[in-house]
């Protein structure tokens, strides 16, 4: 998933996949089905230790943002990672980063709260797939009538589906 880190955090954008699936495999997907609009407005996107790829810092840096992760550090680490790394342990770095835990990281645990899908009450990929996107698609679709009707607070969302 990926979301804002605004004053109201949001989905951007979302997918599911078997847990045999590393997270980094799907970024191009995610990134790809950002509007250009959005894209033009992000700045840094920041992601787990799973998301240290070149590829995924040049499809970034061709997207016009930088991703911000922890870069593994080796014996002969080349100049390319070393800014990575200087970047990352930066003081603007680690804001960026810490922007995780009070964003993407509760949000997942709001939309798995609020829809009760965790643990998930059904077997197989369609519908384990549809159950979560579906949700996550409703948690959109409240978190914008809020916003419409001046509800700043989307864990109002809760209240609003009587769970």
Excluded: W
């Amino acid at each position: 998933m990926i979301s804002t880190t605004g004053s109201i955090i949001v989905p951007l954008a979302a997918d599911f996949t078997t847990a045999n699936i590393p997270d980094n495999q799907i970024y191009n997907t995610l990134i790809a089905s950002l509007p250009v609009t959005t894209t033009r407005k992000i700045h840094y996107v920041s992601a787990d230790p799973g998301y240290d790829d070149h590829e995924l810092y040049e499809l970034s840096t061709e997207m016009g943002f930088q991703l911000v992760c922890p870069v593994q550090r080796y014996k002969y680490t080349p100049a390319d990672r070393i800014k990575l790394i200087k970047f990352y342990e930066s003081k603007v770095g680690q804001a960026i980063y810490s922007l995780r835990s009070i964003s993407i990281e509760p949000l997942i645990e709001h939309i798995k709260s609020v829809f009760r899908i965790d643990p998930l009450h059904v077997r197989g990929y369609g519908k384990g797939c549809a159950i979560v996107l579906l949700s996550v698609l409703l948690y959109q679709i409240l978190v914008y009538y809020n916003c419409k009707i001046n509800k700043k607070n989307p864990r109002t969302i809760k209240y609003m589906l009587g769970t």
